[in-house]
């Protein structure tokens, strides 16, 4: 299962209204950093017959079955800290992170 917060649903929604078109958007993982993997979003189009679909608070998300493995039980925050914002990922599955962030070990 992934969710998203009401904030993070918020701005999803927000972006594809402005985009005018898009079923919602795929979280998945690739190879990346120095602990080995990534987030990755996108938005999604035509959903790929192969992805997992879940709702939340009216915004579709789809993970392909591959990175659902790392990715179950993910939750999914819109943050401001300072002058910085973006999405926060809190994944039970994940043991380490490297030291700047970008990247994570399972």
Do not use: W
Not at 1 to 8: G, H, K, N, Y
Not at 46 to 69: A, H, I, M
């Amino acid at each position: 299962m992934i969710q998203l917060t009401e904030r993070a649903a918020d701005h999803v929604r927000n972006f594809l209204q402005n985009r005018g078109h898009g079923e919602g958007i795929r979280v998945g993982v690739r190879t990346a950093g120095c602990s080995g993997l990534a987030y990755v979003l996108e938005f999604v189009d035509t959903p790929d017959s192969n992805d997992e679909r879940f709702d939340s608070y009216g915004v579709n998300v789809f993970v392909d079955p591959k990175s659902l493995v790392y990715l179950n039980g993910l939750q999914m925050d819109y943050v401001t800290e300072g002058l910085n914002e973006g999405f926060k990922f809190t994944n039970p599955n994940q043991t380490g992170e490297c030291g700047c962030g970008e990247s994570f070990t399972v």
